[in-house]
């Protein structure tokens, strides 16, 4: 069991299933129980994808 | 995304900024060359969608049609009614998720049961119904076990430590679903409109996405795994127009910030060990070959079916329900005559109407029975026509 800080409310959360996870990163918690840890640099990856592609966007359709 | 669930993510603020998501949607509306009908599959998918209002930002060739994820809403009328009559008997303890509540059975609910005097006790996690079970020795505990993979570990967690622990006084009614056997089911439909998936994000978390591989491949559909915040929705919907535009059909992940290709190995083992592939009935849908769990044999001690007989019970729907169509997308609900009439939040006919995640329920809280007829109107000049005969 660890205890997992949603914005603020702090709960049990069982971490059974992610042995991986250390003290300070973020998890995907479904029913009490830890299903993943996130992946920062993908999600720092896939947001950055998109604002490339936005400025893409806008280079090739200004009108829109 | 139902109240039982809580997702803490970082970045919650980036995936749901508005310029990057016209800027979306401006990529969308330039590659976009004619119509097609994609399916979300999750019912918390279902929910940003609706509460965004993302299905009418969307280029007018690009539909959206919602699809069976809604674990409360296909949990089959056997099965509640089943657990009425488990929660009426006086020696149990009855324990479910918060939403499961309200959902109607042929005659009452669980609330009402509850007003009656039976003891049903809504859990935020199985484990806690573990605990009731610890403090009330004198008493059978039940849970229902109700939900996708999703749910599934934590599931066969509250099973295992029971049996670790020799907790002989809780049990699980088992209910089970899966996702892949239910889209091949879709897409095997006559009914069936649906050309390209976004793919539930938080079932692959757990179980991975291989098993998706060889449905893409044999009925030529993308599906795109996809997450739950207003951009990883669009870009989901990006991706699958892409592919639908280039005569493509892959599995593709928009979700790799916790969606791994072998999805979460440790979970699956356990989950394997306590619950064992068998046919299910949906609620509205009818049965699907494999497309759900039950309790291994080991662990018929802990299986409330076996234990509770239950005589056969003749269930009852209300004719005027189309929620079976609404969950395979043949139908929206507002093509429900009872859709904010008859049927609403406080009392609902049928369970998509209730649940959170319930396509349903999200169009009642977002209004959609208010700005119905400018909003119909609006689309109907270009909505594709289903291929009903
Ligand atoms: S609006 Fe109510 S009656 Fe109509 S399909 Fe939805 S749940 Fe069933």
């Known amino acids: 069991m660890g205890k997992a800080n949603f914005g603020g409310i702090v709960k049990q959360v069982c971490l059974e299933y992610t042995p991986e996870v250390n003290a300070g990163d973020y998890v995907l918690v479904h029913v009490g129980f830890a299903l993943a840890k996130v992946d920062e640099e993908e999600a720092a990856r896939t947001y950055q994808l998109l604002e490339e592609m936005a400025q893409l966007a806008e280079l090739e359709t200004p009108d829109v | 995304m139902s109240k039982r669930e809580s997702f803490f993510m970082k970045y919650i603020d980036e995936y749901r900024s508005e310029a990057l998501a016209q800027k979306v949607i401006g990529e969308l509306r330039r590659i976009v060359t004619r119509p097609w009908v994609l399916m979300e599959v999750c019912g918390g998918q279902t929910h940003t969608i609706v509460k965004y209002g993302i299905d009418h930002l969307l280029p007018n060739e690009v539909e959206l049609v919602h699809g069976p994820g809604c674990p409360v809403c296909v949990t089959s009328l056997e099965m509640i009614d089943k657990a009425h009559a488990i929660a009426r008997r006086p020696d149990v303890i009855f324990c479910s998720f918060g939403d499961m509540l309200r959902v109607p059975g ?176 949906w609620r509205g849908v009818g049965s699907i070959p494999k497309s759900g769990y039950k309790l291994r044999y080991e662990f018929r001690d802990h299986d409330a079916e076996r234990l509770f007989e239950v005589e056969e019970i003749d269930t009852q729907e209300p004719s005027i329900c189309i929620s079976g169509l609404v969950l395979k997308g043949v139908k929206k609900p507002h093509d429900c005559p009872a859709f904010g009439k008859e049927c609403k939040p406080e009392h609902p006919l049928g369970a998509t109407m209730v649940s959170a995640e319930g396509a349903c329920a999200a169009y009642y809280a977002y209004g959609r029975h208010l700005d119905l007829e400018n909003r119909l109107a609006a689309r109907r000049g270009v909505s594709v026509t289903p291929n009903e005969q």
């Open chain 2, 106 to 281: 042929s005659a009452v609910d669980l609330l009402v049961l509850k007003s009656r005097g039976a003891d049903v006790r809504v859990v935020y996690s199985p484990i806690d119904s573990l605990k009731i079970a610890r403090a009330n020795p004198g008493k059978k505990i039940v849970f229902f076990a109700i939900g996708f993979e999703t749910t599934a570990p934590g599931n066969a967690m509250a099973v295992w430590q029971a049996r670790q622990q020799g907790i002989k006084n809780f049990s699980v009614l088992v209910s089970h679903v899966l996702v892949p056997p239910a889209i091949a089911s879709i897409l095997q439909s006559p009914l069936n409109r649906v050309q390209g998936f976004l793919g539930p994000g938080h079932v692959c978390t757990v179980m991975g996405y291989r098993e998706y591989e060889p449905i893409a491949e044999r009925f030529n559909v993308p599906i795109v795994i996809t997450g739950f915040e207003p951009l990883d929705i669009l870009e989901g919907v990006l991706m699958t127009v892409r592919q639908l535009e280039a005569g493509k059909a892959q599995v593709q992940n928009q979700y790799p910030r916790v969606v791994k290709r072998e999805g979460n190995r440790v979970a699956q083992e356990l989950v394997n060990k306590v619950f064992d592939v068998c046919d299910r009935k």
